[in-house]
T-cell receptor, first 110, second 110 residues
């Protein structure tokens, strides 16, 4: 059974902290994605990666960076968390048109 | 970026009723997808459509890929309480990137 896991379901951080969100997939997929989900705005793509050490900006990359050192792992980094980054963060992986999603991390920045 | 117009934004229905939602785009796409997100979880693929005019069923769900390749609809027949959630349409673009609609929040009253 395919699986995408995210390191935390809920996370509370303070403004200015560095935050790491981890995502792991066990399907040997080339492509991995990070989205944020906000009420009324749907899913918006932050960054994606085609392969190890490859990354591309999505629609809303400002304030975020990513790391893909191993094929199965894709990390989202908030260098200095701000309150407007409070959101649900979803990771996904794919090897074709549709994507498999993790359960999400609900991040609150206070 | 590309935008999908998904409607309605929300629906509140009685158990047993049928549901219909749709998605339109100003551009042509060759793949349309429908996802469901249960409360507190990541989206899960319901139906994938690859051919204009295609009508595909998955249990009580039926989805159609519009003949113009610019729209799609999803029908749910005889709704039950576990149909509650957010339904997203999505289109596949280059490099396996997906663009999502803003979602339809479905509430089913037992």
């Amino acid at each position: 059974d395919v699986k995408v896991t995210q390191s935390s379901r809920y996370l509370v951080k303070r403004t200015g902290e560095k935050v790491f969100l981890e995502c792991v997939q066990d399907m040997d997929h080339e492509n991995m994605f990070w989205y944020r989900q906000d009420p009324g705005l749907g899913l918006r793509l932050i960054y994606f990666s085609y392969d190890v050490k490859m990354k591309e900006k999505g629609d809303i990359p400002e304030g975020y960076s990513v790391s893909r050192e191993k094929k199965e792992r894709f990390s989202l980094i908030l260098e200095s968390a701000s309150t407007n980054q409070t959101s649900m963060y979803l990771c996904a992986s794919s090897d074709r048109e549709w994507q498999y999603f993790g359960p999400g991390t609900r991040l609150t920045v206070t | 970026g590309q935008q999908l117009n998904q409607s309605p934004q929300s629906m509140f229905i009685q158990e047993g009723e049928d549901v219909s939602m749709n998605c339109t785009s100003s551009s042509i796409f060759n793949t349309w997808l429908w996802y469901k997100q249960d409360p507190g979880e990541g989206p899960v693929l319901l139906i994938a459509l690859y051919k204009a005019g295609e009508l595909t069923s998955n249990g009580r769900l039926t989805a159609q890929f519009g003949i113009t390749r610019k729209d799609s609809f999803l029908n749910i027949s005889a709704s039950i309480p576990s149909d509650v959630g957010i339904y997203f349409c999505a289109v596949a673009g280059s490099n396996y990137k997906l663009t999502f609609g803003k979602g339809t929040l479905l509430t089913v009253n037992p």
